[in-house]
Nanobody, 119 residues
Framework: QVELEESGGGLVQAGGSLRLSCAAS????????MAWFRQAPGKEREFVAS????????YYANSVKGRFTISRDLPKNTGFLQMNSLKPEDTAVYYC????????????WGQGTQVTVSS
């Protein structure tokens, strides 16, 4: 069992930055992929970025490429999402998720953290 806990959300003006953290606990994380998703009011949840825990390979949604950076701290078992040049359309609840390599679906989810970008 993997437990994920996000932190770092908040209110920021357009053009500003925030860094989200996702602390993972429960078992060895070496064979997992960690990702960030977001869900805005009235919209479906969408993929933001992912990182393979051991190799560090990253993937981004086109909407955040060049503005967001996903990373991880292996000893601390913590993932991060650095969000720069934030736009009002980035406003959403951001969720951390994890899955084993090779799985199609993400098995573990955090509780979510609110990010609000004011114009």
């Amino acid at each position: 069992q993997v437990e994920l806990e996000e932190s770092g959300g908040g209110l920021v003006q357009a053009g500003g930055s925030l860094r989200l953290s996702c602390a993972a606990s429960g078992r060895t994380f070496s064979s997992y992929v960690m990702a960030w998703f977001r869900q805005a009011p009235g919209k479906e949840r969408e993929f933001v970025a992912s990182i393979s825990w051991t190799g560090g390979n990253t993937y981004y949604a086109n909407s955040v490429k060049g503005r967001f950076t996903i990373s991880r701290d292996l000893p601390k078992n913590t993932g991060f999402l650095q969000m720069n040049s934030l736009k009002p359309e980035d406003t959403a609840v951001y969720y951390c998720a994890a899955k084993r390599y090779g799985n199609l679906e993400y098995d573990y989810w955090g509780q979510g953290t609110q990010v609000t970008v004011s114009s």
